[in-house]
Protein backbone atom coordinates (compact mmCIF):
# COMPACT_ATOMS: atom_id res chain seq x y z
CA UNK A 1 0.00 0.00 0.00
CA UNK A 2 1.46 3.32 -0.89
CA UNK A 3 -1.65 5.53 -1.24
CA UNK A 4 -3.38 7.44 1.37
CA UNK A 5 -6.37 9.57 1.33
CA UNK A 6 -7.08 12.13 3.83
CA UNK A 7 -10.63 12.09 4.13
CA UNK A 8 -13.63 14.02 4.77
CA UNK A 9 -17.28 14.39 4.86
CA UNK A 10 -19.53 12.91 1.99
CA UNK A 11 -18.94 10.02 -0.60
CA UNK A 12 -16.27 11.69 -2.59
CA UNK A 13 -13.21 9.45 -0.78
CA UNK A 14 -15.23 6.14 -0.99
CA UNK A 15 -15.39 6.75 -5.02
CA UNK A 16 -11.61 7.33 -5.23
CA UNK A 17 -10.88 4.41 -3.52
CA UNK A 18 -13.37 2.28 -5.26
CA UNK A 19 -11.52 3.13 -8.10
CA UNK A 20 -7.90 1.78 -7.23
CA UNK A 21 -6.99 -1.10 -7.34
CA UNK A 22 -5.82 -1.41 -4.02
CA UNK A 23 -7.39 -0.50 -1.05
CA UNK A 24 -6.01 2.75 0.04
CA UNK A 25 -4.89 3.80 3.73
CA UNK A 26 -8.26 5.49 4.78
CA UNK A 27 -7.39 8.71 7.63
CA UNK A 28 -9.85 10.49 8.46
CA UNK A 29 -10.49 13.91 10.04
CA UNK A 30 -12.74 13.21 13.01
CA UNK A 31 -15.01 15.47 12.88
CA UNK A 32 -15.82 15.13 9.42
CA UNK A 33 -15.77 11.40 8.75
CA UNK A 34 -16.17 9.63 4.90
CA UNK A 35 -19.57 8.21 4.03
CA UNK A 36 -19.07 4.17 3.21
CA UNK A 37 -15.43 3.98 4.84
CA UNK A 38 -14.19 2.93 7.77
CA UNK A 39 -11.25 4.66 9.12
CA UNK A 40 -7.69 2.91 9.25
CA UNK A 41 -6.32 5.94 11.41
CA UNK A 42 -8.20 9.38 12.84
CA UNK A 43 -6.78 12.60 13.57
CA UNK A 44 -7.50 16.54 14.06
CA UNK A 45 -5.32 19.69 13.41
CA UNK A 46 -3.66 18.80 16.45
CA UNK A 47 -2.15 15.61 16.13
CA UNK A 48 -1.40 16.39 12.20
CA UNK A 49 2.14 16.10 12.93
CA UNK A 50 2.04 12.51 14.50
CA UNK A 51 -0.25 11.52 11.22
CA UNK A 52 2.84 12.47 9.03
CA UNK A 53 5.04 10.08 10.76
CA UNK A 54 2.89 7.53 10.84
CA UNK A 55 2.41 7.63 6.82
CA UNK A 56 6.00 7.12 6.74
CA UNK A 57 6.17 4.36 9.22
CA UNK A 58 3.13 2.32 6.96
CA UNK A 59 5.42 3.00 3.67
CA UNK A 60 2.71 5.90 2.23
CA UNK A 61 4.35 7.89 -0.44
CA UNK A 62 1.11 9.58 -1.99
CA UNK A 63 -1.63 11.16 -0.19
CA UNK A 64 -5.24 12.57 -2.29
CA UNK A 65 -7.30 15.01 -0.16
CA UNK A 66 -10.89 13.52 -0.76
CA UNK A 67 -13.75 15.23 0.79
CA UNK A 68 -15.73 18.07 2.67
CA UNK A 69 -13.63 19.87 5.98
CA UNK A 70 -14.74 22.77 8.12
CA UNK A 71 -11.96 25.35 8.62
CA UNK A 72 -10.91 23.73 11.95
CA UNK A 73 -10.13 25.91 15.02
CA UNK A 74 -6.60 25.37 17.00
CA UNK A 75 -6.98 23.49 20.70
CA UNK A 76 -3.88 24.15 21.76
CA UNK A 77 -4.24 21.60 24.87
CA UNK A 78 -4.52 18.96 22.29
CA UNK A 79 -1.65 19.64 20.50
CA UNK A 80 0.88 16.56 20.70
CA UNK A 81 4.64 16.64 20.56
CA UNK A 82 5.05 15.77 17.03
CA UNK A 83 2.30 18.79 16.23
CA UNK A 84 3.73 21.31 18.47
CA UNK A 85 6.42 22.89 16.14
CA UNK A 86 3.96 23.12 13.10
CA UNK A 87 2.00 25.44 15.11
CA UNK A 88 3.24 29.12 13.32
CA UNK A 89 2.36 27.27 10.34
CA UNK A 90 -1.06 26.74 10.96
CA UNK A 91 -1.62 29.81 12.05
CA UNK A 92 -0.39 31.05 8.47
CA UNK A 93 -2.71 28.65 7.03
CA UNK A 94 -5.89 29.58 9.26
CA UNK A 95 -5.24 33.77 8.37
CA UNK A 96 -5.72 33.22 4.62
CA UNK A 97 -8.91 32.35 2.43
CA UNK A 98 -10.14 29.08 2.04
CA UNK A 99 -7.57 28.19 -0.91
CA UNK A 100 -4.51 29.86 0.94
CA UNK A 101 -5.00 27.48 3.52
CA UNK A 102 -5.39 24.23 1.94
CA UNK A 103 -1.87 25.45 -0.32
CA UNK A 104 0.04 25.81 3.06
CA UNK A 105 -1.74 21.93 3.79
CA UNK A 106 -0.24 20.79 0.52
CA UNK A 107 3.17 22.14 0.82
CA UNK A 108 3.47 20.78 4.13
CA UNK A 109 2.73 17.25 2.75
CA UNK A 110 5.08 17.46 0.24
CA UNK A 111 7.80 18.87 1.48
CA UNK A 112 7.32 16.46 4.18
CA UNK A 113 8.19 13.75 1.14
CA UNK A 114 4.81 12.91 0.46
CA UNK A 115 3.38 13.42 -3.60
CA UNK A 116 0.17 14.81 -2.96
CA UNK A 117 -2.10 13.79 -5.81
CA UNK A 118 -5.86 15.43 -7.46
CA UNK A 119 -9.16 13.31 -6.65
CA UNK A 120 -9.57 13.36 -10.16
CA UNK A 121 -6.66 11.74 -11.38
CA UNK A 122 -7.06 9.24 -9.31
CA UNK A 123 -11.06 8.66 -10.28
CA UNK A 124 -10.99 11.03 -13.81
CA UNK A 125 -14.60 9.52 -14.63
CA UNK A 126 -15.91 11.96 -11.68
CA UNK A 127 -14.52 14.94 -13.47
CA UNK A 128 -17.39 16.67 -15.47
CA UNK A 129 -17.79 16.15 -19.22
CA UNK A 130 -19.45 19.11 -21.21
CA UNK A 131 -22.95 18.76 -21.80
CA UNK A 132 -26.37 18.49 -20.20
CA UNK A 133 -27.13 15.29 -18.29
CA UNK A 134 -30.84 14.53 -18.28
CA UNK A 135 -33.84 15.67 -20.57
CA UNK A 136 -34.24 19.48 -19.71
CA UNK A 137 -32.10 21.95 -21.56
CA UNK A 138 -30.95 25.37 -20.74
CA UNK A 139 -32.71 28.05 -22.65
CA UNK A 140 -31.46 31.85 -23.53
CA UNK A 141 -31.94 33.16 -20.01
CA UNK A 142 -30.25 30.55 -18.38
CA UNK A 143 -27.61 30.75 -20.54
CA UNK A 144 -27.44 34.67 -19.65
CA UNK A 145 -27.41 34.24 -15.89
CA UNK A 146 -24.28 31.10 -16.36
CA UNK A 147 -22.16 34.16 -17.69
CA UNK A 148 -22.94 36.33 -15.08
CA UNK A 149 -22.55 33.33 -12.18
CA UNK A 150 -18.95 32.73 -14.11
CA UNK A 151 -18.12 35.85 -14.42
CA UNK A 152 -19.18 36.46 -10.33
CA UNK A 153 -16.55 33.64 -9.12
CA UNK A 154 -14.18 35.06 -11.35
CA UNK A 155 -14.54 38.60 -10.24
CA UNK A 156 -14.23 37.84 -6.83
CA UNK A 157 -11.67 35.08 -6.66
CA UNK A 158 -8.87 37.04 -4.87
CA UNK A 159 -11.31 37.11 -2.03
CA UNK A 160 -10.86 33.68 -2.04
CA UNK A 161 -14.31 32.70 -0.63
CA UNK A 162 -16.59 30.72 -1.97
CA UNK A 163 -17.44 28.32 -5.28
CA UNK A 164 -20.98 28.75 -6.01
CA UNK A 165 -23.86 31.64 -6.49
CA UNK A 166 -27.35 31.59 -7.20
CA UNK A 167 -28.47 33.89 -10.10
CA UNK A 168 -31.52 34.64 -11.10
CA UNK A 169 -32.73 36.82 -13.91
CA UNK A 170 -29.48 38.76 -14.62
CA UNK A 171 -28.77 38.82 -10.83
CA UNK A 172 -26.61 37.48 -8.63
CA UNK A 173 -28.36 36.95 -5.86
CA UNK A 174 -26.27 34.65 -3.02
CA UNK A 175 -22.91 33.29 -2.83
CA UNK A 176 -21.85 30.07 -1.08
CA UNK A 177 -20.15 30.71 2.12
CA UNK A 178 -18.26 28.16 4.69
CA UNK A 179 -21.39 26.06 4.91
CA UNK A 180 -21.41 25.04 1.65
CA UNK A 181 -23.20 24.60 -1.53
CA UNK A 182 -25.82 22.90 -0.22
CA UNK A 183 -26.42 24.91 2.96
CA UNK A 184 -26.78 27.93 0.20
CA UNK A 185 -29.12 26.14 -1.87
CA UNK A 186 -31.71 25.15 1.43
CA UNK A 187 -31.30 28.95 3.03
CA UNK A 188 -31.68 31.15 -0.41
CA UNK A 189 -33.76 28.84 -3.20
CA UNK A 190 -36.54 28.77 -2.08
CA UNK A 191 -37.30 32.83 -1.56
CA UNK A 192 -36.17 32.97 -5.67
CA UNK A 193 -39.42 33.07 -7.52
CA UNK A 194 -40.78 29.88 -8.86
CA UNK A 195 -37.96 28.18 -11.82
CA UNK A 196 -36.01 31.67 -12.18
CA UNK A 197 -32.99 30.86 -10.46
CA UNK A 198 -30.29 28.71 -11.10
CA UNK A 199 -27.11 27.66 -9.00
CA UNK A 200 -23.67 28.28 -10.89
CA UNK A 201 -20.74 26.35 -9.65
CA UNK A 202 -16.86 26.37 -10.76
CA UNK A 203 -13.49 27.10 -9.65
CA UNK A 204 -12.29 30.10 -8.55
CA UNK A 205 -9.35 31.38 -11.06
CA UNK A 206 -5.95 30.70 -10.48
CA UNK A 207 -7.42 27.86 -7.42
CA UNK A 208 -4.96 24.64 -6.90
CA UNK A 209 -6.76 21.47 -8.44
CA UNK A 210 -4.86 19.34 -6.15
CA UNK A 211 -8.00 20.19 -3.20
CA UNK A 212 -11.22 21.25 -2.79
CA UNK A 213 -11.90 21.45 -6.97
CA UNK A 214 -16.06 22.21 -7.02
CA UNK A 215 -18.07 18.88 -6.47
CA UNK A 216 -21.59 18.40 -6.73
CA UNK A 217 -23.33 15.11 -6.15
CA UNK A 218 -27.13 14.09 -6.05
CA UNK A 219 -27.22 15.69 -2.80
CA UNK A 220 -26.95 19.06 -4.58
CA UNK A 221 -29.47 18.11 -6.97
CA UNK A 222 -32.57 17.54 -4.77
CA UNK A 223 -31.85 20.40 -2.52
CA UNK A 224 -31.80 22.44 -6.07
CA UNK A 225 -34.81 20.54 -7.24
CA UNK A 226 -37.06 21.02 -3.91
CA UNK A 227 -35.81 24.42 -3.58
CA UNK A 228 -37.45 24.80 -7.05
CA UNK A 229 -34.68 26.17 -9.36
CA UNK A 230 -34.64 25.80 -12.95
CA UNK A 231 -30.95 24.57 -12.92
CA UNK A 232 -27.62 23.52 -11.59
CA UNK A 233 -24.92 24.55 -14.03
CA UNK A 234 -20.81 23.42 -13.58
CA UNK A 235 -17.98 24.46 -15.37
CA UNK A 236 -17.17 21.45 -17.71
CA UNK A 237 -13.64 19.78 -16.54
CA UNK A 238 -13.42 21.99 -13.61
CA UNK A 239 -16.11 20.60 -11.14
CA UNK A 240 -16.79 16.72 -9.90
CA UNK A 241 -19.83 15.00 -10.02
CA UNK A 242 -20.79 12.33 -7.76
CA UNK A 243 -22.71 9.57 -8.98
CA UNK A 244 -23.69 11.02 -12.55
CA UNK A 245 -26.78 8.67 -13.22
CA UNK A 246 -28.11 9.62 -10.04
CA UNK A 247 -27.55 13.20 -10.57
CA UNK A 248 -29.23 12.87 -13.98
CA UNK A 249 -32.24 10.84 -12.91
CA UNK A 250 -32.77 13.22 -10.25
CA UNK A 251 -32.40 16.18 -12.43
CA UNK A 252 -35.49 14.78 -14.76
CA UNK A 253 -37.18 13.54 -11.32
CA UNK A 254 -37.50 17.19 -10.57
CA UNK A 255 -37.60 18.74 -14.11
CA UNK A 256 -34.26 20.85 -13.95
CA UNK A 257 -31.59 21.24 -16.18
CA UNK A 258 -28.09 19.76 -14.96
CA UNK A 259 -25.60 21.67 -17.37
CA UNK A 260 -22.00 21.27 -17.92
CA UNK A 261 -21.00 24.02 -20.01
CA UNK A 262 -17.96 24.37 -22.35
CA UNK A 263 -15.70 26.89 -22.94
CA UNK A 264 -17.88 27.17 -26.22
CA UNK A 265 -20.74 28.23 -24.32
CA UNK A 266 -19.21 31.71 -23.00
Known amino acids: MSLALIAGRGELAQLVAQAQGAPPLICAYEAALPEGLAPDLTFRLETLGSLLVALGEQGITEVCFAGGLDRPELDPTKLDAETAPLVPLFQEA?????DGALRVIVDLFEQTGFAVRAAHELAPDLLSEGGVYGDAWPNA????????????????GEQDIGQACLVAKGN???????????????????????????????????????????????????????AGLAGVVIDAGDVLVLNKPRCAALADHFGLVLWARTGADT
Open 172 to 226: VIAMEDARGTDALIRRVGPTLSKKNGILFKGPKPQQTRLVDLPTIGPGTIEAAGQ
Open 94 to 98: LGKGD
Open 141 to 156: QMRNDARIGARHIADI
